[in-house]
């Protein structure tokens, strides 16, 4: 036996997870592949967790609900789903797949067609996995992954789901930030890292402070319950800092939409057809295969005839090239590079690029980033398991420093224009928490004016895109106009004007933080009497 077998083998001997063991408990939920990991208090080595009959291997659990009664909440979950061959026959919308792109969103597509809402599925694969987990394992720590286009209705959604669990910390970290983690590069380091998904693209840098002598104090990581990250781990401290991120809700089952409209036009694309049209994406996606060879898929249509997909390497990258992927992932990349500028980061400060997720290893996106990076070299480290075990390294031991993936504009009167207008409070790329207040002077708007109202709201930019669903297929679309404003939490604070106000008088001086939740706080003082005007809280962003 050789010596790297007999490392392996302690290796193994060492972190093999036994009933009632402590530790950290670490899902990531994809669109197709939910990935459990498990990490002993001790600091051992992550190992992923085999649950049967849901997992289709140790630590990977098809993303699939399947409600098998209408009269009873009886489900059938992930790999108990392939093993039935119900995959291809659901015939009343007992099936519920590529859920984790609607959770959160107001609107959901009909391509999403389950008698089972998104974020019910959602809840059930977690209570399920956290079920079988606890049989086997004590969890004293859960940290989750969320995309970064959906970060605050995804993490408000899971405070939900994960209010029942017993537990006594839960932490949440952005999926790109966590693959950051599982690259495993040294202090000091600068990543670009591209999550190609299921259901959405995500990309930023991130910088592993620390190298240089003592690394500077930063805030804790996102945290659901109040409990700071804290436990026995022997893990040194780490720390992250997210100069610019970006991401849109496009992803890996999208490209099996195009597929399969592409080749068959006329047909409904059923889950047979998608599941076929993802086969015959990953295998064009071999790097040795040669761009003119043609690979075959044989479906069955809802005539019940037998067709075929039939597609080449070369064809597959003509197909992304004409939806616009690549213009898009290009508008993406200009995003997260330009707000990482604000924090005095440069191209050329790029060590390396890291690519995690399915999508990511479609020779086409490679070849597109290289373009777009030059000569940094690429790390790839497992695509399914990256972001999981990433997460692990976030906790106990390691803090996160976050910037705004999103700008906040405050609606105010304006007195020159003498209408209602929304001014910038903070820009996107802006680390939080705040080191210092933002100070703004409002003033009446109009004669007798009892109160005066704050909402805040994102700027969507002018250039970025957005998918819209025409006739179930995913289109690229580009946002026309720089004006467009979406309230946030659709929360207004009204504070009282005593006396009341005129118009054209300035009355208070407010002063808004972005404290370390994430959360838009004011302050303020009444011009007119030097009231001070308590602390309230806008509610959260990102």
């Not at 700071?228 to 991401?247: C, D, F, I, M, P």
Request: charged letters at 25%; aromatic letters at 4%.
């Amino acid at each position: 036996m050789h010596n790297s077998e007999i490392e392996e083998l302690e290796k193994k001997q060492l972190t093999e997870i036994k009933k009632n063991d402590f530790g950290t408990l670490s899902i990531d939920l994809g669109s197709s592949t939910t990935v459990v990991v498990f990490q002993k208090e001790n600091g051992q080595f992550p190992e992923p967790l085999d649950l049967p009959p849901i997992s289709r291997s140790p630590g990977q659990i098809p993303s699939l609900i399947w409600q098998s009664s209408e009269k009873e909440e009886i489900y059938l979950i992930g790999q108990q789903i392939i093993d039935s061959n119900l995959i291809n026959e659901d015939k009343e919308n007992q099936l519920s797949q590529d859920f984790k792109r609607w959770i959160g969103s107001p609107d959901i597509d009909p391509v999403y067609c389950s008698k089972i809402s998104p974020e019910r599925a959602g809840e059930i694969l977690i209570h399920n996995i956290w079920e079988k987990v606890c049989k086997t394992v004590n969890i004293k720590r859960l940290v989750l992954t969320a995309p970064v286009d959906t970060y605050r209705e995804y993490r408000n959604w899971l405070v939900k789901v994960c209010s029942s669990l017993k537990v006594q910390e839960i932490a949440l970290v952005d999926e790109p930030t966590a693959a950051a983690m599982g690259a495993g590069l040294e202090p000091g380091s600068k990543l670009l890292i591209l999550d190609f998904g299921g259901s959405t693209i995500d990309m930023s840098i991130v910088a592993l402070e620390g190298g240089e002598g003592q690394a500077s104090p930063i805030a804790q990581l996102v945290r659901f319950d109040g409990n700071n990250l804290e436990g026995k781990s022997t893990q040194v401290l780490r720390t992250a800092k997210v100069l610019g991120k970006a991401g849109l809700r496009l992803g890996g089952k999208d490209i099996d939409r195009w597929i399969s409209h592409h080749l068959l036009p006329e047909e409904t694309p059923t889950h047979e057809i998608l599941n076929k049209a993802e086969e015959l994406k990953c295998e064009l996606s071999k790097v040795d295969i040669k761009e003119t060879l043609i690979i075959s898929k044989k479906v069955s249509t809802t005539q019940t005839k037998e067709k075929f997909l039939k597609l080449s390497k070369k064809g597959l990258e003509e197909l992304l090239i004409e939806k616009g992927l690549l213009k898009s992932i290009e508008k993406i990349f200009n995003k997260t590079i330009n707000n990482a500028k604000r924090n005095s980061f440069k191209l050329q400060d790029l060590d390396c690029i890291v690519l995690v997720g399915g999508g990511s290893q479609i020779p086409l996106i490679k070849k597109f980033i290289r373009s777009l990076c030059g000569s940094v070299p690429f790390i790839t480290p497992p695509p399914v398991e990256a972001i999981a075990l990433g997460a692990l390294k976030l906790t106990p031991g390691v803090q996160i420093k976050d910037v705004l993936n999103k700008g906040v504009s405050l609606r105010c009167w304006n007195k020159k224009n003498e209408k209602h207008i929304w001014h910038p409070l903070f820009l996107p790329g802006q680390p939080w928490p705040t080191s210092k207040p933002l100070e703004i002077i409002l003033g009446s708007s109009i004669d007798n004016q009892l109160s005066i109202d704050l909402i805040i709201g994102e700027p969507e930019e002018k250039g970025s895109n957005e998918i819209i669903y025409i006739n179930g297929i995913p289109t690229i679309k580009e946002i026309e106009c720089d004006d467009r404003i979406k309230k946030i939490n659709n929360k207004v604070i009204y504070i009282p004007l005593d006396p009341p106000g005129e118009i054209g008088q300035d009355c208070i001086k407010l002063k808004f933080t972005i404290n370390d939740l994430c959360e838009v706080e004011i302050e303020g003082i009444d011009l007119r009497n030097n009231n001070l005007i308590a602390i309230q809280n806008l509610g959260q962003i990102r």
